[in-house]
T-cell receptor, first 113, second 111 residues
Framework: DAGITQSPRHKVTETGTPVTLRCHQT?????MYWYRQDPGHGLRLIHY???????DKGEVSDGYSVSRSKTEDFLLTLESATSSQTSVYFC????????????FGSGTRLTVV | GQQVMQIPQYQHVQEGEDFTTYCNSS?????IQWYKQRLGGHPVFLIQ???SGEVKKQKRLTFQFGEAKKNSSLHITATQTTDVGTYFC???????????WGLGTSLAVNP
């Protein structure tokens, strides 16, 4: 969908292990976002990036880190996965960051057991 | 903190009936966007409203942005089964690049 892919699509991991999710875009958009979606909570922003090596925290950033070494890639790392991090994770991209549509990836369903 | 309340949480209609979902923000928004998410899918952008009092239409969907830029609505005329999904509103406050999201309204349509 519109040049954004997330990998993996599904992952099951054990509590305490590190996990990295990847978001890759081919649109050359400046802004990239990581959200998690849980029933009853809607979409909650974890971290976002406004350029290479420029990132900022969202509302639920504890336990997560991000990196953006190239325009096209935005990585989300769970340092030590916990069961509360079981969720669907969406990456989104935006050309301007506030005046246009955000395009979402297909999501990664992460289960921490 | 800044919040966007969206009501109702769920709506069940008969095919052909109208449907409306409302968003109310605790703060003035620079813009408001609407997204639709099908079950198991990802949010898909529908439209953005920027101007106070703005009204936009997409076929059977009518979107409004309030005069004070703190509320918005999405109205669907004569719902169809293809309208099933969750509708989210989201907006930017000031120059903040982070969207403030409503919790969504889930629409079910009985054929």
């Amino acid at each position: 969908d519109a040049g954004i892919t997330q990998s993996p699509r599904h992952k099951v991991t054990e509590t305490g292990t590190p996990v990295t999710l990847r978001c890759h875009q081919t649109e050359n958009h400046r802004y990239m976002y990581w959200y998690r979606q849980d029933p009853g909570h809607g979409l909650r922003l974890i971290h976002y990036s406004y350029g290479v090596k420029d990132t900022d925290k969202g509302e639920v950033s504890d336990g997560y880190s991000v990196s953006r070494s190239k325009t096209e890639d935005f990585l989300l790392t769970l340092e030590s996965a916990t069961s509360s991090q079981t969720s669907v994770y969406f990456c989104a991209i935006s050309e301007s960051g506030w005046a246009g549509e955000d395009t979402f990836g297909s999501g990664t369903r992460l289960t921490v057991v | 903190g800044q919040q966007v309340m969206q009501i109702p949480q769920y709506q069940h209609v008969q095919e052909g009936e109208d449907f409306t979902t409302y968003c109310n923000s605790s703060t003035t928004l620079s813009n408001i966007q609407w997204y639709k998410q099908r079950l198991g899918g990802h949010p898909v952008f529908l439209i953005q409203l920027v101007k106070s009092g703005e009204v936009k239409k997409q076929k059977r969907l009518t979107f409004q942005f309030g005069e004070a830029k703190k509320n918005s609505s999405l109205h669907i005329t004569a719902t169809q089964t293809t309208d099933v999904g969750t509708y989210f509103c989201a907006g930017n406050a000031g120059n903040n690049r982070k969207l403030i999201w409503g919790l969504g309204t889930s629409l079910a349509v009985n054929p």
